[in-house]
């Protein structure tokens, strides 16, 4: 079966200071994969996917970047961390089936908090 | 742009009543629907999902309604539990190269014991 990896689960950084969270997907192979931001009490929103290693595609402008070394390896990095960046991210895959029709399986998150 | 949204954000029922979700949806293209369960601190959690050229689907003590006339899509819990206690979300997808989610905002259903 297929499992996801979100670490930290929490962070708490200083504003300026940089940023790597890390998700590491197990059981599948060529997944899609998704980073979410959810602010406290609201829904998500998609901030980058990738259909393959080095693939990454953003979908709102922002201090953050990601990036894709492996194909079961996720990452999101800022230089400089925003108090605006605080929040609970979240990692999620999908099977690679092009039909734009696949579920999407979330990990446990990792709630930051920027001070 | 398109979006997907919830008529109702808190919702309370008696343990063992049914529950009812809303959730209205713009996007006349979108051709599948996913609810999931999100419970505090935690990751959301698949529940059931259902594809445009259906109009009900069932799962264990779940059933998903899509009405593409209103573009509305409902989430039915059978005998509530507390269990279910959690916020709710739809999500619809548009196809393309990867399954980009457009999220609602969420229904956070309170089980009362």
């Known amino acids: 079966s297929q499992t996801i990896h979100q670490w930290p689960a929490t962070l708490v950084q200083p504003v300026g200071s940089p940023l790597s969270l890390e998700c590491t997907v197990e059981g599948t192979s060529n997944p899609n994969l998704y980073w979410y931001r959810q602010a406290a009490g609201r829904g998500l929103q998609l901030l980058f996917y990738?259909?393959?290693?080095?693939?990454i595609s953003s979908e709102v402008p922002q201090n953050l970047s990601a990036s894709r070394p492996q194909d079961r390896q996720f990452i999101l990095s800022s230089k400089k961390l925003l108090l605006s960046d605080s929040g609970f991210y979240l990692c999620?895959?999908?099977?690679?089936?092009?039909?734009?029709?696949?579920?999407?399986?979330f990990g446990p998150g990792t709630r930051l908090t920027v001070l | 742009g398109e979006s997907v949204g919830l008529h109702l954000p808190t919702l309370s029922v008696q343990e063992g009543d049914n529950s009812i979700i809303n959730c209205a949806y713009s996007?006349?293209?979108?051709?599948?629907f996913i609810w999931y369960k999100q419970e505090s601190g935690k990751g959301p959690q698949f529940i059931i999902d259902i594809r445009s050229n259906m109009d009900k689907r069932q799962g264990q003590r779940v059933t998903v309604l899509l009405n593409k006339t209103v573009k509305h899509l409902s989430l039915q819990i059978a005998a509530t539990q507390p269990g279910d206690s959690a916020v709710y979300f739809c999500a619809e997808i548009y196809t393309g190269t990867a399954s980009k989610l457009t999220f609602g905002t969420g229904t956070r259903l309170q089980v009362m014991l």
């Open positions: 990738s259909v393959g290693i080095g693939q």
């Open positions: 999620a895959w999908s099977a690679l089936s092009g039909r734009g029709t696949d579920t999407q399986y």
């Open positions: 996007n006349s293209a979108s051709d599948y």
